[in-house]
T-cell receptor
């Protein structure tokens, strides 16, 4: 089984619908991240969390919210999806060193299409 | 603010040929530098990282990268490319002095390997 698991892997939805992408990890890491990948733009950070009580906005948090239900679970929500949120979404984890000094461990991605 | 530029969107090389992928960064001090690889349908995997010390770093799968402060570069190299190296490659920078807790990714270089 993968260390970082994302569900669903693919989702097609309509404008205005609420969508939740879920991430769970078995690495025992405290730090979890949500990134968005768009062609030609690379990866951009949406939100990150250093523990269950710590949530921080990233570069592009508008239109998104997150929930850290447990150390191992970090969910990303789109309250009212719009077409420009069509993208590939990645969850990642890291140890205490964080993204600066440590290694990010990525899930396999969730491809979201908003019609 | 820190940033990363990968000038080559797509590179095609023959199997067995050498490879160099370019990465330039912008940051006022010594950054933390990373190369990640994304195989089709997969999440990103760390190839190698540079924090300090020896400017030539070795990574997995036979890759290496050289930090050149004078050129603000961290180019990725491999002496002999294998067909399995076909993937997308991302350079990333961490900015330890800004207090930021995330990596900034380049836009990626897609590598095609021809027989």
């Amino acid at each position: 089984d993968a260390d970082v698991t994302q569900t669903p892997r693919n989702r097609i939805t309509k404008t205005g619908k609420r969508i939740m992408l879920e991430c769970s990890q078995t690495k025992g890491h405290d730090r979890m991240y949500w990134y968005r990948q768009d062609p030609g733009l690379g990866l951009r950070l949406i939100y990150y969390s250093f523990d269950v009580k710590d949530i921080n906005k990233g570069e592009i948090s508008d239109g998104y919210s997150v929930s850290r239900q447990a150390q191992a679970k970090f969910s990303l929500s789109l309250e009212s999806a719009i077409p420009n949120q069509t993208a590939l979404y990645f969850c990642a984890t890291s140890d205490y060193g964080g993204a600066l000094t440590g290694e990010l461990f990525f899930g396999e991605g969730s491809r979201l299409t908003v019609l | 603010a820190q940033s990363v530029t990968q000038p080559d969107i797509h590179i095609t090389v023959s199997e067995g040929a050498s490879l160099e992928l370019r990465c330039n960064y912008s940051y006022g001090a010594t950054p933390y530098l990373f190369w990640y690889v994304q195989s089709p349908g997969q999440g990103l995997q760390l190839l190698l990282k540079y924090f300090s010390g020896d400017t030539l770093v070795q990574g997995i799968k036979g890759f290496e990268a050289e930090f050149k402060r004078s050129q603000s570069s961290f180019n990725l190299r491999k002496p002999s490319v294998h067909w399995s190296d076909a993937a997308e490659y991302f350079c990333a920078v961490g900015a330890p002095l800004t207090g930021a807790n995330n990596l900034f990714f380049g836009t990626g270089t897609r590598l095609t390997v021809i027989p």
